[in-house]
């Protein structure tokens, strides 16, 4: 993983702070907050812990496997949960249009991997409503791969 294709929930076409992306619609999110960016770590940082040479994903989806983006939702939801990065009332943050966080909320057609631009090595970065923890879903060479990642320096 070495690019970041502008792809996934939170690109967008640089609009104003906090404006939602395009692809949370896609992906079944709402909006809940257009404005989470302060005190959280910068999405650059969150985007180094997703994409490094040192990363293993938790799990890893064929691409081409029948079902493939249906698998993908599903373990990501898994691992966002188990990693609480889904909070009780089913918010987390994602990047917005101009790349600040935007607290968005879990609905009956969530499907993160919506957001996902096929073939261009996209990704959505979702991250706990405290900064501290990140569950992600990325498009990897054949696979989707789901990254999870906890920041040690952030307080309890």
């Known amino acids: ?3 970041d294709h502008g792809a996934g929930a939170g690109a967008g076409t640089g609009a104003g702070a906090g404006t939602p992306a395009p692809q ?3 992906a079944g999110l709402e ?3 257009r404005d989470a960016a302060e005190g959280l770590p910068p999405y650059a940082r969150a985007f180094k812990a997703v994409v490094n040479v040192e990363v293993a994903p938790q799990a890893t989806v064929p691409r081409t496997a029948p079902g493939a983006l ?3 939702d599903r373990l990501w939801l898994e691992h966002a949960r188990a990693a609480a990065v889904i909070d009780d009332e089913g918010c987390f943050l994602v990047r917005g249009a101009d790349r ?3 607290v968005v909320r879990r609905t009956a057609h969530t499907a993160l991997s919506a ?3 096929p073939g261009a090595g996209s990704m959505v970065i979702a991250m706990s409503p405290d900064g501290r923890r ?3 879903l990325t498009e990897e060479d054949d696979d989707y791969w789901i990254v999870v990642h906890h920041f040690e320096d952030r307080p309890a």
């Open 134 to 136: 990140l569950c992600a």
């Open 115 to 117: 957001a996902l631009v």
């Open 31 to 33: 909006v809940v907050d």
């Open 24 to 26: 949370l619609a896609a």
């Open 1 to 3: 993983m070495t690019e």
């Open 100 to 102: 600040d966080w935007v």
């Open 70 to 72: 249906q698998e993908a």
